[in-house]
């Protein structure tokens, strides 16, 4: 019986969603409330491995089990054996070959920046604070030149291991709302702080102490020409897309706008 699910976690204090030897992921702790549940065959498959402090809205995940139980037991059971950290907020039966990584069509994160005046004490782990004004007319037009298949060589982690640099993103939106600029972005897959170092870029760009373009970043496909890595506090994973099945999943900006308005102040 394959299940496949959507979970949401504030990762926060969890060295990120991969198992890891000697560390406190969102992966063990998952698997672990499944296990109390029902026996599990394998390791659970997941369709994006997020870092240490970011959080996911939409993370998607498969596993298998001979047990037979209904839906409701799995997903009651499931969550009754979670932190308040973590929630299953839904689960579905899938076709018997579905893998939540490789069948993924296209993954999208949104990274929030908060640009108020004064410290967002009761948002600090959920947003990059920047208290420098912003030419965001400008990254946004600078953040044209990432969309479509690009070398991201220039935006790659000192850690990447991927061999092919080639990306495709297939949409990136900066949004202002009130105190908060929330960068919207799809693409096929991504390469180790892509998107953080794409962020970080920008931000650098709308602040003035980058001169180059993102074009010249690009065709540098140098990790020097480009900015600063943004903060993994601010970055939240969204969702995933997918041709073989269709899932109940909440990855609305808005949504993420409003839990951050409510928890501004």
């Known amino acids: ?18 198992s890891q030897t000697n560390a406190n992921a969102i992966q063990d702790v998952l698997e672990r409330a499944i296990s109390s549940v029902g026996k599990l065959n394998d390791r659970i498959n997941f369709s994006g491995r997020t870092d240490a402090g970011v ?8 596993f298998s089990s001979p047990d037979l139980r209904k839906i409701d037991q799995w997903l009651k059971g499931i969550n009754s054996n979670l932190p308040p950290s973590i929630s299953v907020i839904s689960l579905q039966k899938g076709p018997n070959d579905f893998h939540s990584r490789f069948d993924a069509t296209s993954r999208s994160y949104g990274f929030v920046l908060y640009t108020g005046v004064t410290r967002p004490v009761f948002l600090r782990n959920y947003v990059q604070w920047e208290q420098q004004n ?8 600078e953040a ?10 220039a935006f790659r982690g000192s850690k990447c291991i991927a061999k092919n640099p080639n990306r495709t993103i297939k949409a990136i939106e900066i949004i202002e709302r009130d105190n908060f600029l929330i960068f ?12 953080r170092i794409i962020v970080g ?16 970043v690009l065709d540098s496909q140098n990790r020097k020409f480009a900015g600063r890595t943004a903060q993994s506090n601010g970055l939240f994973f969204l ?11 909440q990855n ?10 409510i928890n501004e102040n």
């Open 184 to 195: 919207y972005i799809s693409a096929n897959a991504y390469l180790y702080n892509m998107v």
């Open 252 to 261: 609305d900006l808005l949504n993420l706008y409003n839990f951050l308005r």
């Open 201 to 216: 870029t920008l931000i650098d760009i709308g602040k003035g102490v980058m001169k180059q373009s993102v074009i010249d």
């Open 239 to 249: 969702g995933s897309s997918y041709n073989k099945i269709k899932l109940d999943q």
């Open 144 to 153: 044209t030149y990432l969309e479509g298949t690009h070398n991201f060589n």
């Open 1 to 18: 019986m394959k299940l496949v699910g959507v979970c949401q976690y504030d990762g926060s204090n969890y060295s990120g969603f991969q």
């Open 134 to 141: 912003l030419d965001v007319h400008l990254m946004r037009s």
């Open 55 to 62: 959080h996911a809205v939409g993370q998607v995940f498969d």
